[in-house]
RNA sequence: GCCGAAGUGGCGGAAUGGUAGACGCGCUGGAUUCAAAAUCCUGUAUGGGCAACUGUGUGAGGGUUCGAGUCCCUCCUUCGGUACCA
């Protein structure tokens, strides 16, 4: 009987779909685990290699989970709005449903090939109306919502009415009060129109006029994050800034708990600090300065106010919008062509020049309001209207910027720190006393920032102020395939469908074009727009990332039609407790999913604020490329090492053609018409390809798919093969080399049990060698698991498994507790060997084995040890034995001896030949 | 520029501050075979030596330590993220 992956493979497949084994119940009995991968786009192109990485981790963790005897909530869906199949489907015509269901189908069978313990029955897919109906009920508790600054968290917008009923604004705070001051009396006499129109300055999701992110190309609005240097993500079209009522998350309420909130999370440092770059929290201070003959004062946001004695110049952003009231008539001209300079400019333009100094003088002064110095006031592109108050003081001895700025416009450069040069560069570090600076000469930098911020507050010119650097996040797209509005307007002012009304469904289109005036396909349709008399639908659908901000909590209680998720089961499964997915989405989706978790949190619906505990981003797995040199002007192709004798140009060749770099010439002239008459030039008899490292991609030729690997090994070594190549963490290229050495594991397992032709096992007593490294397996597996180190757990198995080999054994119980453990990682060979071996009861319902430490150790002792203070203290055997090493082993000991005297030992095991860690 | 992560054999990669290079690939030589495949055994960082053995070695240079791939400082390189954010 050989080992043969695929029958086996196909028969567990069958068995543990047929009984469902993977289907997971609330069980108050036990605890619980929720392991989940970041749910797949459905793209037109299928699984490569690299996609399942996460999966096979986050698989093996769940199982190994469940024999630990948690209850492991374990489920699959799909992500399946989007841009490609709306895309797809302008091409081709074919309704964006279509083409997800069929491309859903052929991942299903992917990663259904690849032997996942997933609880289908949980299966979601964002573009199903029973889901998005959640979905746009979600958006309307956001919208119906605002956020309480004094509470610090949202409340029904329900409860704001009926205080702006009852005694208007008095009872708010400044904070609180978004600018409006007035009396219950006005309220109630306020228009409705007027009253939405108060209201909208307060939801959580508002309309508003604002700069989007406009990309032609695309014909739609895009988020910051969806941007890319001036281009969009999905295409790489330009984009460029535009004025357009749409839809906001204001998601910058949330900014300072979703700072606090990564605290608690186990996530990698270098995610957490990514979340807070974008996040982007400056403490500073707001300044006032009043304008040389005028009325008006300016603000200003710096975050170092005890540099406002250097200040020798004051920059608008050239779109200020007080640059029309104080600009001097002698420079109108100027500004106004500057500013239509600005404005002609791209995004990418101004980005691609970022170094170049440009700006202009607006004839304008201001002072400064602790000396009164008179300030001349620039216009500048460097200053962002959309940060800050869109206005800086210049410092040019404190910022580079503010320098370089001095120095081409010849403006002074006062210096303000001690000891510091600043006629090449400025000094933007904190530390240091301050010179020329009035009552700061000679204070310490940050207790100067202080001092400034107390004078400025004393003396009514500024306040403190922490700013942000995250905007509220872009909610609409000019799209049809995602999710439509439940809003529709009557006069220009929205108003939600009830909950009724829910699911309000995706109607059918002609054409998937734009509309060509900005707004979505669904403009185009008469009928549906003006469905409900006297009022238009919302004509834009919601961004890829709504469905996406919530689905972890669908997975509690799919199917439920009463709710997006009972309370009994998100109060159960509760958080995510590991979520294995990549970095892409740093701040996109994990930011979202944490605003929507805080926002259903704050209104009562779930009970805790994280969605996600525990988070790992698996590297991504890169692909190989390979090149074949053409000889220029001929169909002549020349191998690898004799390239440079000719002139060549490479070209991408499919990595299915070779085997290692060897090119299968027929099937290279079978792959395309043009190289059917193709000629070589030779190396050794072989045509030998040039191979690069690059992203993994269909336009490269270097993707390589599951299902073939999988074909020829089986699903379990593949398995073991990518978790075998390297930290799950790190990117890595995707190289077949030592899959031989993964696939010769499993079949020497395979051979412990069925030596000859039939099984040999034997129920004796194991020999204590078998036991050591069994026991030594299990240990070495659990811990490392535990960390999620699945390369040295492969490892580990292929050491017991030699081992065990050269030793013979063939003892029952061993090779079964080592297929406990070996389960996770390669289910159906464990459970097939499970099986014919005797296994007592349900495989899956094997319990992990733990080990003793009796089978680790060959040496005892009873010591307890506590040294200078410590309770932890570290003995070593003189591995080293030159003199140093032998009298500080001879010190430690002779410590250890003298704190024994009246003290009660406890036990200390020791691994001879290594240290021991001795702790109370 | 700033923020992260990482630099170890021919290759992928192991090493709670304690014998660097586990495990796998590749390569050496051998067993088995008529032969091959498969399987098994040997060796495999590097310099010197027939050998026992010995010198040197974890990007470079310093430091802490009895002891550093691991901790600290400076620098170099690579990869990710991010940027006129005041």
Redesign the pocket.
């Known amino acids: 009987m050989e080992y043969n992956p695929q029958s086996i493979e196909k028969k567990w497949n069958r068995i543990w779909r047929d009984s469902k084994a993977f289907r997971t119940d609330i069980d108050l009995s036990k605890p619980k685990y929720y392991v989940l991968d970041m749910f797949p786009y459905p793209s037109g192109t299928g699984l490569h290699v690299g996609h399942p990485l996460g999966y096979i981790a986050s698989d093996i963790f769940a199982r190994y989970k469940r024999a630990q005897g948690f209850n492991v909530l374990h489920p699959m869906g799909f992500d399946a709005f989007g841009l490609p199949a709306e895309q797809y489907a302008i091409e081709t015509g074919q309704h964006p449903a279509t083409t997800t269901a069929t491309n859903i189908a052929k991942f299903r069978s992917q990663l259904d090939n690849i032997g996942f313990c997933y609880d289908w029955d949980r299966e979601i897919r964002t573009s199903d109306p029973a889901y998005y109906k959640w979905t746009q009920w979600i958006f309307l508790q956001i919208y119906n919502s605002w956020y309480d600054h004094d509470l610090g968290k949202a409340r029904p917008i329900s409860e704001l009415l009926e205080m702006f009923e009852n005694s208007g604004t008095q009872n708010l705070s400044e904070q609180n009060r978004r600018g409006y001051i007035f009396p219950p009396l006005t309220w109630s006499e306020y228009l409705v129109e007027e009253k939405e129109k108060c209201l909208m300055d307060f939801r959580l999701s508002y309309l508003a006029e604002a700069e989007v992110n406009w990309c032609e190309a695309l014909g739609t609005v895009l988020a910051?994050?969806e941007?890319?240097?001036g281009l969009s993500e999905r295409g790489g079209h330009p984009v460029i800034k535009k004025r357009m009522r749409q839809w906001f998350l204001r998601i910058t309420d949330y900014a300072d708990r979703l700072l606090e909130g990564l605290q608690q999370l186990d996530w990698?440092?270098?995610?957490k600090?990514?979340q807070?770059?974008?996040i982007?929290k400056?403490v500073?201070a707001e300044v006032k300065f009043s304008i040389v003959d005028s009325e008006d004062t300016i603000d200003?946001?710096?975050?170092?106010p005890d540099t406002i004695f250097g200040a020798s110049f004051m920059?608008l952003?050239p779109e200020h919008e007080l640059l029309a009231k104080i600009t001097t008539a002698e420079q109108k001209a100027e500004v106004e062509k500057y500013q239509e300079f600005v404005q002609t400019r791209s995004e990418r333009e101004?980005?691609a020049?970022?170094?170049?100094?440009?700006g202009c003088f607006t004839g304008a002064y201001a002072l400064n309001p602790l000396n009164g110095a008179r300030i001349p006031i620039w216009i500048?592109?460097?200053?962002?209207?959309?940060?800050?108050?869109?206005?800086?003081?210049?410092?040019p001895a404190?910022?580079?910027?503010?320098f370089?700025f001095a120095r081409k416009f010849n403006l002074p450069v006062p210096a303000i720190f001690e000891g510091v040069d600043v006629s090449e560069e400025a000094y933007a570090a904190k530390s240091g006393k301050l010179i020329n600076s009035d009552f700061l000469n000679g204070v310490e930098i940050p207790k100067a920032i202080e001092m400034a911020v107390d004078k400025l507050v004393a003396i009514e010119a500024g306040k403190k102020k922490i700013?942000?650097?995250m905007r509220d996040a872009g909610f609409s797209r000019q799209r049809y395939w995602g999710e439509p509005f439940p809003i529709i307007y009557k006069n220009g002012t929205p108003y939600p469908l009830s909950e009724n009304d829910l699911p309000l469904e995706l109607p059918v289109v002609d054409s998937y074009n734009p509309s060509g005036d900005g707004e979505g396909p669904l403009a185009t349709l008469d009928n549906w727009m003006n469905e409900i008399a006297g009022a238009k639908r919302e004509s834009s659908t919601m961004p890829g990332y709504a469905g996406s901000s919530w689905y972890f909590l669908r997975y509690a209680d799919p199917n439920n039609s009463e709710t997006f998720a009972s309370k009994q089961a998100t109060d159960y499964w509760n958080q995510v407790d590991l979520y294995i997915g990549g970095?892409?989405h740093?701040?996109g989706h994990l930011l979202y999913s944490r605003l929507w978790t805080k926002i259903l949190y704050d209104l009562g619906y779930i009970s805790f604020q994280e969605p996600f505990k525990k988070l790992v981003n698996q590297g991504m797995i890169t692909g190989n490329s390979r090149f074949v040199y053409r000889v220029n002007g001929t169909n002549e192709f020349v191998s690898f090492a004799l390239k440079d004798k000719y002139e060549t140009t490479p070209i991408h060749v499919d990595v299915a053609l070779c085997e290692g770099l060897e090119l299968d010439i027929n099937a290279f002239k079978a792959w395309r018409a043009e190289y059917h008459d193709a000629t070589f030039i030779l190396e050794e008899g072989k045509y030998v390809c040039g191979s690069q490292v690059e992203?993994m991609s269909k336009r490269l030729f270097n993707t390589v798919n599951p299902d073939d690997v999988v074909q020829k090994y089986g699903a379990d070594t593949f398995r073991l093969y990518e978790m075998?190549?390297?930290?799950l963490?790190?990117?890595?290229?995707w190289?077949t080399?030592?899959?031989?050495?993964?696939?010769?594991?499993l079949?020497?397992l395979w051979?412990l049990f069925v030596p000859q032709v039939t099984i040999d096992l034997s129920d004796g007593e194991p020999e204590l060698a078998a036991m050591q490294i069994l026991h030594k397996t299990i240990r070495k597996v659990t811990e490392?698991t535990e960390r999620m180190?699945f390369?040295?757990v492969?490892?580990?198995?292929?050491?017991c498994v030699?081992e065990l080999?050269?030793m013979k054994c063939n003892n029952r119980q061993v090779l079964q507790d080592l297929l406990v453990i070996l389960g996770p990682f390669a289910p159906n060979i464990s459970a097939e060997l499970w099986e014919i071996s005797g296994g007592k009861g349900d495989y899956l319902a094997a319990k992990w084995p733990a080990w003793d430490e009796k089978y680790l150790f060959s040496a005892e002792i009873s010591i307890p040890v506590a040294i200078n203070g410590k309770t932890r203290v570290?003995?070593?055997?003189?591995?080293?034995t030159?003199?140093?090493?032998m009298?500080?082993?001879a010190l430690?000991n002779e410590q250890v001896q003298k704190w024994l005297e009246g003290n009660t030992p406890k036990k200390v095991i020791v691994v001879p030949?290594?240290?021991?860690?001795i702790v109370l």
């Open positions: 910051n994050d941007v890319i240097n990698s440092d270098a995610m600090e990514m807070r770059n974008w982007g400056s500073g200003v946001f710096t975050t170092r920059v952003a101004r980005l020049e970022v170094k170049s100094i440009t500048s592109e460097y200053v962002l209207a959309g940060y800050g108050t869109g206005a800086i003081m210049a410092v404190g910022d580079q910027r503010d370089l700013q942000f650097r970095t892409e740093a701040v992203k075998f190549l390297g930290p963490e790190q990117s890595k290229p190289d080399q030592g899959i031989e050495g993964v696939s010769r594991f079949k020497k051979r490392d180190s390369n040295t492969v490892s580990q198995f292929m050491i030699n080999s050269a570290q003995l070593s055997f003189p591995a080293q030159d003199a140093k090493s009298e500080t082993t430690a030949g290594r240290m021991i860690n």
